[in-house]
């Protein structure tokens, strides 16, 4: 496949052993990025972070994404963030890089950054902001993958993005080695079932890996044939989607199901913000740093403007979900 | 701060005499932003088509927006942007710049390049990819003015951002010295009137400018009392919208009809590109790099990837509304 | 034009005279529906409703169309509305209909009762509910002209409808005969003036008629050419919509903009519902019935359910819009 | 009043025994109507396709649903369909009827229509072409819920509809005796595990009913806890949609899933229309039909206008499905 070229053939990204399993698979959390009172990244909160999730057993990290809150992070903070975790994984895991931009040239420096830092991969989505075409988003992965040296991952992501990746698309660039992978987060578990059947029928798309981004089926992700999970509730309670993860693997449904059901009580935190006050990421990102700050692991519990923070009482609520799933 | 400091109270952004008019009007071309074939910033081109724009009598020039591909250039292409078009204007006329990304640390970011590049006001949308909820919005523009040293502008732009600008938060951030005016390229004209008249209505918004990007209705929004336009077609034709301003302002509106509606003719060439293999972006940018070349103002007709380039055929038919207009 | 039978030659389409004149011009308010208080059609009310229309000089009517809350009125109560305000105007003025429906074969339906109630011409959206494709709306309104024997105005209301009517296609089927006209209440002037400019530019559209709904442009809409206006707030103050279009076809835009700031500001009373205890149909058609009431020409201020209807303090507000528009 | 009145206490509601169970559980097709070719209910293909699911073993028909082509048919065409199943079904299965328009009052019409005709419950979306608010939807489904004597299954289409039922507000309905089951056809499992899960937690939601309205889904919906399916693709192959239900049932994933992939291969049927002809229905309903023709159930495969046609070449590919799938 020509566009994941090993490390032989391009000097440029030096990428630490084990590299990039084809295809990836298993427990691969979005990381969130912890902040500092003022606004700077909190490297000793990201590496604890870290430690907390390698040690959960995790496959691989996800750093820069949405769950990351990417979107809201200077480029300055985005460059830490990704040297402070490969340096800290010190090539024990593979790390993939949000690359989050608005068009090809743009994504592209974001690409090179992430090769320089050492990243395994890139997680990049359709064309945002600009009024998309298909045609668009098929030169764009294209151009990205081409140039980019580091194998790319799409990221399906209509609630940002306002297109979603049609399936014959996906898999038409995977077999023309555009796409190492798709991390889909749109929520529709028909079309992630139609690009894991079709990959599946087809033998061009060797490695190809179909990772769901939906914190709430990934036991029925899993069981239709997905490789992975890309969890943001996995920052939280990272040991719950690697046993997860191992009963779906090992052939235990019914243990999967219901680890997959606790996570679900869990995953009720993100909705404790008032929405009269703030919106979905307020409130989803919010509860995630709450509860890691609640568990110790980060020191400071700050989301990035203009997100509204959670008050004291939701706070409160984040604490109760994690102590009624034995977490705090 | 008040939204609008003067040079004497912020150092820092230097600005060329004679600055910013309070309110801004007149005609404020969003410059394209011409590309070498191999997608760097022609510069040469650039300083040809500032001399076209301030030739024709242009009243400001507003750089990195969506008519100039803002979404699709990296930064060091809108740095390019930025200091050549300053220092070739060199304080003739004011110079806003767009300052186009997700969230609130990012577009500072922009913003503090913007006011380095010696810019005079800044152009900011709404938070986007992010979910984004009103009270967000505002907490947005507040921390842009706080930080950002330079007059801000919000730009409405509901088809890029998925989230429209509410009149009464425009005139709140008004009043509260947040905003130095609004352009509005939601192409909802009645909600354009509602901040029209509600600026007008009251007493603490004085100075704020209402600019419409709908290149189809200046006539009508300077007869309802918006400040002035911002018209990506003025690249092309940047002298009839000079003389539609005008024939406006001395209160001539049916010469200010004749010339709008052979602008609506001349606008018909966004329309050449075929749907079937381009979005609208790529047919509308496309067309007006295509004019602005085939006039020989710019040297390559050259839109960013991922857009798709206009075929002979389709560049032929710009051609002929170029002729058709007189402007070939 | 085929597509619009004279009397002669349809007699299953008995129309009073003066029948539809060609094109259809001037104030056509969307007549509101009064109800009683156990969600009856009130026909007292509505025919003093019609002749406060009538009596302020208006040039149509037209029933069951957005503001009469058709969309929320069973098929006996559209039926009431019809023939009682089509027997109540007596010929004196031409009556359009609504025939607000999903698809094809139910607006035929709607079709065929207005014509058998003596209708002179229906209003007819895009398909809706269903997922539409430009094709299939052309479709749609070619069977409906074809069958229908009224002639047809093109309903365009993406608010409801989810759809935008494409200009080149409106300006095809009127060239076609399928359409008499446009109600544009997209809120998009722009498209509005492509319209006007591409029917202007062709002989094969005699008689079209361009109408626009947006209440707070119809100064610039008649300035742009339009023919005439459907304003829901005229239902309110048909009086100030008779001036405002006598002023601009008289060539006095002063006047007419003026008269138009009069009505933007009493058009603000829609705003007066609290939006976190109801929509925006409830606030809107809730603040026309409560002034409609206020005045004293309906008997009671009920909207059909599920709408939320006004508190006693939103009322309130309401009178107070009224007085200072010189309306209480 | 309970959700679910038995015949006893609701004399005017006539239901055929077995009436409906609680919670509604298995495969319940949503029936298409087989037209003839000038647009007539066909009602001996649809006596003959109610034959076909009723002796592949399904466990209740859903009539007058998307599939079903409700929103084409006119009412007496609905009329039609429901008094041929109940009559033709004569008690064997419950009938559940489709309830769908536009607010409260029109749906009422429909509901009462449904219990004249013996329907054992009716199936309801959220006020639509309305700008609705959630208060509003939450008023919808009381309001029908109170009035219309038969029990109510709230229908989730966000793609007809435009807005998504709340999982809380879902919950709180079936709380309070209003919402006898819901048909989530969203595409959204996240969605309906909250509204499995929430309800499994509840005491006070006895008998609630999950369906899951997604053919490409129904193993891993029935794993996590959903009732029971209706699926438009189980028109064309009942049998298969049926052992599924029974492998899920009977605890046997693998069985379920092997036969939910043989479907999902079958379900690429419903894209053999070319987009650039037709839309999503007139590609997906047609197939449907043509399958249905091509395996001698219905004497035509006409869809209802405005939908365009399948060609005969794109129907030829539909005779491959079917073929693939071992079904003709």
């Given at each position: 496949m020509t566009a994941h070229p090993s490390p032989a053939t391009t000097?440029?990204?030096?990428?630490?052993?084990?590299?990039?399993?084809?295809?990836?698979?298993?427990v691969v959390p979005p990381v969130c990025t912890p902040l500092t009172p003022?606004?700077?990244?909190?490297v000793a909160s990201l590496e604890r972070l870290v430690d907390h999730l390698v040690g959960a057993g995790v496959d691989a990290l996800f750093v820069l994404g949405s769950s990351s809150e990417a979107a809201y992070l200077p480029d300055r903070h985005r460059e830490t963030v990704l040297t402070t975790v490969v340096r800290h994984v010190g090539g024990q895991l593979p790390v993939l890089a949000g690359a989050i931009d608005m068009a090809s040239l743009r994504v592209l420096d974001h690409v090179r950054t992430a090769a320089d830092a050492g990243a395994d991969g890139v997680v990049v989505t359709a064309p945002f902001y600009t009024r998309t075409h298909p045609a668009e988003i098929a030169r764009h992965y294209r151009l990205v993958a081409d140039r980019g040296q580091l194998p790319v991952f799409a990221y399906d992501l209509p609630v940002s993005v306002h297109s979603k990746l049609d399936a014959d698309l996906v898999l038409e660039l995977a077999a023309d080695g555009v796409l190492a992978g798709l991390k889909d987060s749109s929520g529709d578990d028909g079309g992630l079932r139609r690009v894991v059947l079709g990959a599946r029928a087809r033998?061009?798309?060797?490695g190809f890996a179909v990772l769901t981004g939906?914190?709430?089926?990934v036991d029925s992700a899993l069981a239709m044939g997905a490789d992975g999970v890309v969890p943001g509730l996995g920052n939280v309670d990272p040991h719950g989607y690697v046993r997860l993860f191992r009963y779906a693997r090992d052939g235990d449904p019914e243990r999967a199901r219901a680890e997959q059901e606790r996570l679900c009580a869990l995953f009720g935190?993100?909705?404790?913000?008032d929405p009269l006050r703030m919106g979905a990421s307020s409130s989803g990102l919010g509860a995630f740093k709450a509860a890691l700050h609640l568990r110790g692991i980060i020191d400071c519990p700050r989301t990035a403007a203009p997100q509204v923070p959670l008050s004291a009482e939701e706070t409160e609520r984040v604490g109760k979900f994690l102590a009624a799933a034995g977490l705090l």
């Open positions: 000097p440029s990204t030096p990428r630490s052993a084990p590299g990039l399993p084809t295809p990836l698979t298993g003022d606004d700077e990244v909190d033998t061009d798309t060797p939906s914190e709430l089926t935190m993100t909705g404790v913000g």
